[in-house]
């Protein structure tokens, strides 16, 4: 069955710091790979998408990587600051006709002053 | 532009009452978007309905259903009301019609009890 897989322990880094991510997929084509970003209380907020042709994504402090033979995407957070502190999640959207989007269940990052 | 709105943020209600929830999307949007969010299970697609027509369910029972209307607001209803229903319920709006980026409301907190 498809399966989606983020570290669900709580990563801690400390300021200024690069935090990297990871998402690992099994028994899943997809069309795109999206990170969310969300904090306590409230829905996800996007963040950056990056499709299956596609080997890295820049935003700003952000940085995501997929390599569709390794089933991973890494998400990176350059000089991460404590607002950086969230819980980030993957979304996968399968090809082929209407797919929906398969989330992460997410991994919490707690960036220390 | 205004968000994604939700009503209500709040409800409690008693095993076996059923419960109508609301989403207006982002004005323009079309696609809209159902999940349903636990502590143990993250996020998880409930349904998709573009354009009044439902294009995509999730693997939930036949008590939850949703539906669209003309202006592309949704309603989701959960019938028959079970406490492992009590979660958060967000509904994300997208323009596309591909979930491309999905804007999230603030999300329903239900409490079966």
């Known amino acids: 069955s498809q399966k989606i897989e983020q570290n669900s322990e709580a990563l801690n880094i400390q300021e200024g710091k690069t935090a990297t991510l990871t998402c690992n997929y099994t028994n899943y084509s997809p069309a795109y790979l999206q990170w969310y970003r969300q904090d306590p209380g409230r829905g996800p907020v996007f963040l950056l998408l990056?499709?299956?042709?596609?080997k890295e994504k820049r935003k700003e402090r952000l940085k995501v990587t997929f390599d569709t033979t390794l089933k991973q995407s890494l998400f990176h957070i350059t000089a991460s600051q404590p607002a950086d502190s969230a819980t980030y999640l993957c979304a996968l959207k399968g090809s082929g006709g209407y797919q929906k989007v398969t989330f992460g269940i997410g991994t919490k990052l707690q960036v220390i002053p | 532009k205004a968000g994604v709105t939700q009503t209500p943020r709040y409800l409690i209600k008693t095993r076996g009452q059923q419960v109508t929830l609301s989403c207006s999307p982002i004005?323009?949007?079309?696609?809209v978007s159902w999940y349903q969010q636990t502590p143990g299970q993250g996020l998880q697609f409930l349904f998709e309905?573009?354009?009044?027509?439902?294009?995509n369910k999730g693997n939930f029972p036949g008590r939850f259903s949703g539906r669209q209307f003309s202006n592309s607001r949704s309603e989701m209803n959960v019938s028959t009301l079970e406490l492992g229903d009590s979660a958060l319920y967000l509904c994300a709006s997208s323009l596309a019609g591909q979930n491309y980026e999905q804007y999230f409301g603030p999300g329903t907190r239900l409490t079966v009890t």
């Open positions: 990056i499709r299956e042709n596609e």
């Open positions: 309905y573009f354009s009044e027509t439902q294009r």
């Open positions: 004005s323009g949007h079309r696609s």
